[in-house]
């Protein structure tokens, strides 16, 4: 029986139309290996405010809500990328989490974890509120797929092309890690 091919669902933590995130994002689904399937999640600003009275089974829950655990449930894999808004997640980032953390979809799903920012600490604060959250709901992050971007409007070009050396390679890391993660959870998903 011939194996599917992986796919990664990619969560870019911003709104933004132009926004780096997203490209650095876009770029990186394209660096995974051949016979991955990479998408990307597009309803982050359709999905309604989390309250826990309507957070229900997926019958009760709103459409977006229900389209965003669908699309996490079909990925082998996760990776966010998200931008530091006053040292933390952007709202509309973590308002999509907390609709997951009942229902479970981050449980054992390898994921990946980068922030992105214009200043020189590329987005440390977001990033290590983001890996504290996604390891509450039990997300398998390994330990080289969390990388923090300095300047990424200076090294994402327009048309999303990684122009640094040394953070492309960090990306490159954090793409094997992902990869030797969700080959790992396959064999462990088949075996059970």
């Known amino acids: 029986m011939k194996k599917p091919n992986p796919i990664v669902l990619g969560i870019s933590g911003s709104l933004r139309d132009q926004s780096s995130n997203s490209r650095l994002l876009t770029s990186v689904g394209g660096m995974l290996p051949v016979g991955t399937e ?19 089974d997926d019958v009760q829950a709103h459409e977006a809500v229900r389209d965003l655990r669908k699309e996490l449930k079909a990925a082998d894999a996760i990776i ?14 973590k308002n999509a989490l907390d609709w997951i953390v009942s229902s479970g979809e981050f449980m054992n799903k390898p994921t990946a974890v980068i922030s992105a920012s214009p ?11 983001l890996m504290q959250t996604l390891k509450m709901m039990d997300a398998a992050i390994p330990d080289e797929a969390s990388l923090s971007v300095p300047f990424v409007s200076r090294i994402v070009s327009q048309d999303g092309h990684v122009t ?21 959870n396959t064999v462990i998903t088949r075996e059970e």
Do not use: K, W
Not at 42 to 54: C, E, I, K, M, R
Not at 119 to 129: E, I, L, V, Y
């Open 38 to 56: 990479f998408r990307m999640y597009q309803g982050l600003a359709s999905l309604p405010h989390f309250n826990p009275d309507l957070d229900g």
């Open 119 to 129: 200043h020189p600490d590329g987005g440390t604060s977001a990033r290590q509120s």
């Open 80 to 93: 966010i990328c998200t931008p530091e808004y006053a040292r933390g997640v952007p709202g509309s980032l």
């Open 164 to 184: 640094d050396a040394n953070i492309l390679s960090s990306l490159q890391l954090l793409i094997q890690a992902l990869s030797q993660a969700i080959g790992e």
